[in-house]
């Protein structure tokens, strides 16, 4: 099984679903991250958590909302899909001294 | 905020011969990391290779190295002996280390092309 696991793997939505990303770890990683992949711009964060009860907001976080349920969970919501959020997201955790990153496989996600 | 540039869209070598992906970054932070990641088509995130600012030494993992310039806020990577497999987008990110591990800023990327 993988350490990172984002489900799910592909996902059509509509525009103004409300649809929600979901990832969990088995890393035992205290830290948690989302990332938005678009082609030309690479990967920007959209969250990040460093504990159940440390969540802060990254460089893209208008549109999108998290969960942190346990230390293993770490969902993204999107209240009400856009077609500018079409676009491959990454889950990826950590731990303090940051060797470990590791990324999950990532949801491609198109909203129509 | 910290900003990673990446200059070179796209690159296509030989197989066999040798490629410098460049890179450069701008911060103020004095304790940070650097890394290089491959993404081939199958989109998975894979680690190449770390540097720590605080290390004089440039990083090596086998046929790749990276020569950081901390002064010209520099991070190229090397890739010696090229290989069809090497084919992929190369990213490099910054990550800043004021309450350990932080969010990485990426830049946007270099599509490598490996030509048999």
């Known amino acids: 099984d993988a350490d990172v696991t984002q489900t799910p793997r592909n996902r059509i939505t509509k525009t103004g679903k409300r649809i929600m990303l979901e990832c969990s770890q088995t890393?035992?990683?205290?830290?948690m991250y989302w990332y938005r992949q678009d082609p030309g711009l690479g990967l920007r964060l959209i969250y990040y958590?460093?504990?159940?009860?440390?969540?802060n907001k990254g460089e893209i976080s208008d549109g999108y909302s998290v969960s942190r349920q346990a230390q293993a969970k770490f969902s993204l919501s999107l209240e009400s899909a856009i077609p500018n959020q079409t676009a491959l997201y990454f889950c990826?955790?950590?731990?303090?001294?940051?060797?470990?990153?590791?990324f999950g496989s990532g949801t491609r996600l198109t909203v129509v | 905020a910290q900003t990673v540039t990446q200059s070179q869209p796209e690159m296509s070598v030989q197989e066999a011969e040798t490629v410098t992906l460049s890179c450069t970054y701008d911060?103020?932070?004095?304790?940070?990391?650097l890394f290089w990641y491959k993404q081939p088509p199958s989109r998975q995130m894979i680690l190449v290779i770390r540097q720590e600012a605080y290390k004089q030494q440039n990083a090596t993992e086998n046929r790749f190295s990276v020569n950081f310039q901390k002064a010209a806020k520099s991070f190229s990577l090397k890739i010696s002996d090229s290989q069809l497999g090497d084919t992929a987008m190369y990213f490099c990110a910054f990550m800043k280390f004021t309450r350990g591990a932080d969010g990485l800023t990426f830049g946007k990327g270099t599509h490598l092309i490996i030509q048999p």
């Open positions: 890393k035992g990683h205290d830290r």
């Open positions: 958590s460093f504990d159940v009860k440390d969540i």
């Open positions: 911060t103020s932070e004095s304790n940070y990391y």
């Open positions: 990826a955790t950590s731990d303090s001294t940051g060797y470990g990153y590791t």
